[in-house]
């Protein structure tokens, strides 16, 4: 069963508005406050999760290990996160975030736009269940194999008691 001409369209215009305006988003983030989005995901990630090692944080944020690695590279050079070898295994380099870069997630705009977030509070939690299950039906679609799909992106069953209205 083929999908209907139609539909393919529509459903591609929809994908290409929201990449257009992640990628507008990620530049006014880029011009007021020096980061870009995945710079802003690995530092936001580190303060939520870190420290971490370059692979845990890979895996958290989807995005491969030697993205991960030049990412830091340049949150390293802002002073935003320093990287240090585990004292119980000289092999592990963790990356810990700086309070300069705990300075900076504080006062950076979240990663979902403000409009969504704001759109997306006002939603009851059954919309928001039929909204994140699409989005990981589409994923599920994207994907390549080995998991491999859009960076920000994770595939994976949503059940209804994983997901809340504060958690989105």
Known sequence: MSTQPGFALWIFRSLRRIMRAVDVYSHKLSAEYKITSPQLLCLQTLYDDGPLTMSALAKLVQLSPSTVVGIL???ELKGLVVRERSTQDRRIVLGH?????????DTVPSLLQNRLAAGLSRLEER???VIAQSLER??????VGDGEVAPLLEAGPIEEADISASTI
């Open 127 to 129: 919309e928001l269940i």
């Open 97 to 105: 975030i700086t309070d300069s870069g705990r300075e900076l997630v």
């Open 138 to 143: 589409i994923v599920s679609l994207l994907e």
């Open 73 to 75: 590279d340049r949150l």
